[in-house]
DNA sequence: AATGTGGCCAACCGCATATTG
DNA sequence: CCAATATGCGGTTGGCCACAT
């Protein structure tokens, strides 16, 4: 929305410089009567023009600071409490799909912010890189998110739609498009090493070369979860680079770790990514280096 | 009980880009 | 077209809190 709050003050003659030169200006914390105040400002005036706002709805912050807060705190429809499974899924996807955009991934998560998913980020994926000793951004770290992580993410979603017995939630559409091959699925360009603990029907090369250069501009064509938590928004979800069996990303087989340790070792914590660098985790790098990836 | 440590997250900072006059 | 200003984005910081020692 457009709303005109030039007309509100001695604008014209206001200084330009950058307000936060001003020693008037507040920094920190947020008061409940700055958040009223910038609420109800809002609500009568609408959003933008935020150092006009600041200005016109008698804070002392600058426009930034204003805008800042409206954005990842006060706005409405701003989405609070703990990341869910589907949305760490998500993060952790379009992440290897466009990096630090926290911004450009944000909006594919609705009423969360590029700041929460940002730190996120850095207090939960990076610090299983940390323990590592790998760069966050190598290209083992993310094989082990891309083909352990996410699969196993999907596991828990579909192993806590089962529990619940909710029949229409995410996880109800990503068994239906697996097992319904209603999407295109496109395979990773798998590690060696990995790929031969795939089933190898489910890949084939040429949609395996396909993965690697589609073109997808936006993520929506691929993604659309079920949203329990936001407004049931009516979603499906279409992973580009992964195609799974039944029960998973892919079927790990008898060469696979036994099916109960990985229960064990990820079943059994609330936070998908707050355990401990299991077995698999380690061997699975271990292999990506052995075999020079 | 006191202190140290680490995680979390709101807020700030600096820069790049867009908009405006 | 250009300079000034506003906006948006990603990186970083600092304070609070919980837990460990």
Redesign the pocket.
């Known amino acids: 929305m457009?709303v005109n709050v030039?007309g509100c003050s001695s604008?014209s003659s206001?200084?330009?410089?950058?307000?936060?030169d001003n020693m008037d200006?507040?920094?920190?914390?947020?008061t409940v009567e700055?958040?009223l105040t910038l609420i109800n400002y809002i609500s009568n005036h609408g959003?933008?023009?935020?150092?006009?706002?600041?200005r016109c709805a008698g804070l002392k912050?600058?426009?930034?600071?204003c805008?800042?807060?409206w954005?990842?705190?006060?706005r409405p429809d701003v989405r609070?409490?703990?990341?869910t499974l589907e949305e760490q899924l998500l993060i952790l996807e379009l992440h290897s799909r466009?990096?630090?955009?926290?911004?450009?991934?944000?909006?594919h998560l609705p009423g969360r912010?590029?700041?929460?998913i940002?730190?996120?980020?850095?207090?939960?994926v990076q610090?299983h890189a940390?323990q590592l000793q790998c760069d966050v951004n190598s290209k083992q770290f993310k094989d082990t998110m891309r083909y352990l992580w996410m699969p196993r993410l999907v596991e828990r979603i579909q192993a806590a739609a089962a529990s619940s017995g909710t029949g229409s939630s995410t996880t109800d559409n990503l068994n239906n498009n697996y097992n319904n091959q209603e999407y295109t699925t496109i395979n990773p360009v798998l590690p060696a090493s990995r790929s031969a603990h795939i089933n190898s029907s489910l890949i084939t090369p040429e949609n395996s070369s396909t993965a690697a250069s589609s073109d997808v501009s936006d993520p929506k064509d691929y993604y659309t979860f079920q949203d329990n938590n936001n407004n049931n928004q009516n979603s499906h979800m279409n992973y580009p680079d992964f195609h799974t069996n039944q029960s998973g990303y892919f079927n790990q087989g008898s060469q696979g770790i036994e099916q109960q340790h990985e229960q064990n070792m990820w079943f059994g914590s609330e936070?998908t990514m707050?355990n401990s660098w299991n077995v698999e985790d380690l061997w699975f790098l271990q292999q990506q280096f052995c075999n020079g990836i």
């Open positions: 457009d030039r604008s206001e200084p330009q410089s950058d307000p936060e200006l507040r920094r920190g914390p947020w700055e958040d959003e933008g023009r935020w150092n006009s706002l600041a912050r600058t426009g930034k600071s805008r800042l807060r954005l990842n705190y006060l609070r409490g703990n990341i466009w990096g630090n955009r926290w911004s450009k991934i944000a909006q912010t590029d700041n929460e940002k730190n996120y980020w850095r207090t939960r610090k940390k936070d707050e």
